[in-house]
């Protein structure tokens, strides 16, 4: 397999989707429409569309991932599909393996699996999912190793191996909103997705780490790095911060612990809101843009000069199913334009 360069150019869009399910709709709408936004993201020409793994939270219908990868790979017909990622903790790197190894087979070159190392939901659910096992995040290294094994051709006297699997070298992404993931992707010459677009305080000193440690790698030569971008984009700023509001909603929700089903804009919301609150907000949201094509424009160049990001992994949270597709529409004419 030959080694993946990174380009010198523009940075490239790509799409993560956490299929939120919207107040007054159901998990079903909720999937269908992250097929239209696979499809018009493919016709845009983003470079892939990830999925997120998350659990017993009401408003994001993601918690199959490997399952959602299938249903959205053969909804399109060349974008790349894959996680964003999947929670290992939770699963046993086997069982991972020929999932994406059947992924992998039945859309050959079109498969990602990116890995994160949290558990993506709380406790009681995390203990649900695992059972009787006792994975930790100090496990990850192992796991990853175990996985890129599996993935790789079968050696001499191996014991377990990953039908289907074994051979397919999917593409294993590291994920990460710390150093810890950095440094790893680093070590083992891994591509790396930092999730600025949740916690993006140590972004600039995770993507330092990362290049300054990198070392290449089969698979890649040159340090490889996504970016998270939460996106808003509207003909005006005034629009994208009315729709934006929706995002704000939710976001809140997420810090005060009240997660519920994503709401529909509000005028005015964040007037209604106290300093501190606001605070919180454009904290959690600090690489976020927001606005109108011009906006949009600016905001994408000053992260790319930035960051020297790869690739732009925008995560967009419009209530109105139409409204986010046209959201992506001036981000893609805001990339060509830089």
């Known amino acids: 397999m030959a080694a993946m360069t990174a380009p010198n150019k523009k940075p490239l869009l790509s799409m993560l989707d956490l299929v939120a399910v919207r107040e007054g709709g159901t998990a079903a709408q909720a999937?269908?429409?992250a097929v239209t936004t696979a499809r018009k993201a493919e016709a845009l020409g983003f470079a892939r569309y990830w999925l997120a793994e998350h659990h017993n939270m009401p408003g994001i219908a993601s918690s199959?991932?490997?399952v959602l990868v299938g249903h959205i790979a053969g909804a399109t017909q060349h974008i790349r599909v894959g996680s964003g990622g999947v929670m290992l903790p939770n699963h046993a790197p086997l069982v991972v393996a020929e999932a994406f190894g059947t992924l992998a087979s039945i859309y050959p070159g079109r498969i990602d699996l990116g890995l994160g190392r949290a558990p993506g939901t709380d406790g009681a659910t995390m203990r649900a999912l695992r059972r009787d096992r006792f994975e930790t995040e100090a496990d990850f290294p192992r796991d990853?190793?175990?996985?890129?094994?599996l993935l790789g051709p079968v050696q001499p006297g191996q014991a377990i191996v990953a039908v289907p699997g074994a051979g397919t070298r999917v593409p294993i992404w590291l994920l990460g909103s710390s150093?810890?993931?950095?440094?790893l992707a680093a070590e083992r010459g891994l591509p790396y997705a930092f999730a600025s677009h949740f916690a993006p305080r140590l972004l600039h000193a995770a993507l330092?780490?990362?290049?300054?440690l990198f070392r290449p790698s089969s698979v890649l030569d040159k340090p490889y790095a996504i970016?998270?971008?939460?996106l808003v984009a509207a003909p005006t700023d005034d629009e994208a911060q009315y729709l934006a509001s929706s995002t704000y909603q939710r976001v809140l929700g997420i810090l005060t612990g009240r997660r519920g089903l994503l709401p529909p804009p509000v005028q005015g919301y964040l007037e209604r809101l106290g300093a501190q609150e606001r605070q919180a907000i454009a904290d959690?949201?600090?690489v976020a843009v927001i606005g109108g094509p011009q906006t949009v424009?600016?905001?994408f160049a000053a992260l790319a000069q930035a960051t020297r990001a790869d690739e732009f992994m925008l995560v967009s949270d419009v209530f109105d199913p139409p409204l986010r597709l046209r959201s992506l529409e001036i981000a893609a004419a805001a990339r060509q334009a830089l």
């Open 227 to 230: 970016v998270g971008v939460p």
């Open 284 to 286: 959690f949201l600090a």
């Open 64 to 66: 199959a991932t490997a």
């Open 297 to 299: 424009r600016e905001g």
């Open 208 to 212: 330092d780490l990362y290049r300054s």
């Open 31 to 33: 999937i269908e429409i």
């Open 144 to 149: 990853v190793a175990e996985l890129q094994r």
């Open 179 to 183: 150093l810890f993931s950095a440094q």
